[in-house]
């Protein structure tokens, strides 16, 4: 059977990698735009070509997408999070549904602690200063990393990086994780509580599920000590943007490093204009190796999917046989 492999979408120049893989293997591959279609978008390209596998980076791959594709066998993320999927439509047809949940632990981690550092030393705030044509060091309000206390919320693969590369700079590390039972890898579990109460700097690393949704809200930032600051580099809807807002205009927080957003592309004006934050387009994922191997696996685990053999790395069950 000549299998069609659809690619709905990716965040880097071209296809070819992923092309290149797919079509060695003897099927075709067919990509969407760069930029992801809304999700009837993808329900008629699913239409249209017929996939027997659809490889999807940001673009929602809903029921009515899966639905409309009779031969789809696999729904490859071309990322970690899940939340794009309808994984239960997926699993009651009997169709994997994969992911590439280890390819920017490194990356990820990176970019919480550079975020953490930037605050600490000020470097944001003052490289705008500076090209403002301000040049005035007796303003600086600035905090030894050693002395804080971190929490991470969310203590798997890469919160347990973060955990260890802030540990090398010497601060206290709390992390709250529901699977985490017992102190671990330079870090001290605690209940999400008292991570918020006792932390200088909260970093988000949790999936965003139902039960994650606007975990991080008014209230528990004001369990912060005041004037901290709060990373998230997992996924936007896990923080309550506005109750940030809000604790960024009343001073609750001195900082909001964020490379997600609940709103993303778009971005409230209050976050845009507050001196206090620091903001990336989703991009903590990506490195120059990072996105060679997410592509990599991700292509070679749909056409793995498809000579059939079972995929390496499966967040469902798959067909029952």
Same mark, same amino acid.
């Given at each position: 059977m000549n299998?069609?492999?659809l690619l709905?979408?990716?965040?880097w120049?071209d296809d070819?990698?992923?092309?290149?893989?797919?079509?060695?293997?003897?099927?075709?591959l067919v990509?969407?735009?760069?930029?992801?279609?809304?999700?009837d978008?993808?329900?008629a390209l699913?239409?249209?070509?017929q996939?027997s596998?659809?490889?999807?980076?940001?673009?929602p791959?809903?029921?009515?997408?899966i639905?409309a594709a009779?031969?789809?066998q696999?729904?490859?993320?071309?990322?970690?999070?899940?939340?794009?999927?309808?994984?239960?439509?997926a699993?009651a047809?009997?169709i994997w549904?994969?992911?590439?949940?280890?390819y920017c632990?490194? /990356?990820?981690?990176d970019?919480?602690?550079?975020?953490a550092?930037?605050w600490?030393? *000020?470097?944001?705030?003052?490289d705008r /200063?500076?090209r403002?044509?301000?040049?005035?060091?007796a303003?600086?309000?600035l905090?030894?990393?050693?002395?804080?206390?971190?929490?991470i919320?969310?203590?798997?693969?890469i919160?347990r990086?973060?955990?260890?590369?802030?540990?090398?700079?010497?601060?206290r590390?709390?992390a709250?994780?529901?699977?985490l039972?017992?102190?671990? /890898?330079?870090a001290?579990?605690?209940?999400?509580?008292?991570?918020?109460?006792q932390s200088?700097?909260?970093?988000?690393?949790?999936?965003?599920?139902?039960?994650?949704?606007h975990?991080?809200n008014?209230?528990?930032?004001?369990?912060?000590?005041h004037? *901290?600051?709060?990373?998230?580099?997992?996924?936007?809807?896990?923080?309550?943007t506005?109750?940030?807002?809000?604790?960024?205009?009343s001073g609750?927080?001195?900082g909001?490093?964020?490379?997600?957003?609940e709103s993303?592309? /778009?971005?409230?004006?209050?976050?845009?204009?507050?001196?206090?934050a620091?903001?990336t387009p989703?991009?903590?994922?990506?490195?120059?190796?990072?996105l060679v191997?997410?592509?990599?696996?991700a292509?070679?685990?749909v056409?793995?999917?498809?000579?059939?053999?079972?995929?390496?790395?499966p967040r469902?069950?798959?067909?029952?046989?």
């Amino acid at each position: 059977m000549n299998h069609t492999v659809l690619l709905t979408d990716y965040a880097w120049p071209d296809d070819s990698i992923e092309r290149n893989i797919v079509e060695a293997a003897g099927m075709r591959l067919v990509s969407g735009p760069a930029t992801p279609l809304p999700a009837d978008g993808i329900e008629a390209l699913a239409r249209e070509h017929q996939p027997s596998a659809i490889l999807t980076c940001w673009a929602p791959v809903s029921a009515d997408a899966i639905a409309a594709a009779p031969e789809l066998q696999i729904v490859a993320r071309l990322g970690v999070g899940l939340d794009n999927i309808a994984v239960d439509a997926a699993s009651a047809r009997g169709i994997w549904v994969t992911n590439v949940p280890d390819y920017c632990v490194e /990356e990820v981690s990176d970019h919480a602690v550079g975020f953490a550092l930037a605050w600490t030393r *000020g470097l944001v705030r003052f490289d705008r /200063e500076v090209r403002a044509g301000r040049w005035d060091p007796a303003t600086a309000r600035l905090r030894r990393l050693a002395e804080l206390t971190c929490g991470i919320v969310g203590f798997g693969r890469i919160g347990r990086a973060t955990a260890r590369k802030l540990g090398a700079f010497g601060c206290r590390v709390l992390a709250h994780d529901p699977y985490l039972s017992a102190d671990a /890898e330079g870090a001290q579990s605690v209940e999400l509580d008292t991570l918020f109460s006792q932390s200088d700097i909260v970093i988000v690393h949790a999936p965003l599920t139902d039960t994650t949704r606007h975990l991080v809200n008014r209230e528990r930032l004001a369990r912060m000590p005041h004037g *901290g600051l709060l990373i998230n580099v997992s996924r936007g809807g896990v923080v309550d943007t506005d109750a940030v807002i809000e604790a960024l205009g009343s001073g609750q927080l001195s900082g909001a490093a964020l490379d997600v957003l609940e709103s993303e592309p /778009e971005v409230p004006a209050q976050l845009r204009t507050h001196p206090g934050a620091m903001l990336t387009p989703h991009v903590a994922f990506s490195s120059d190796a990072s996105l060679v191997e997410l592509r990599r696996r991700a292509a070679e685990e749909v056409v793995r999917v498809l000579q059939g053999v079972a995929p390496q790395q499966p967040r469902n069950a798959g067909p029952q046989r």
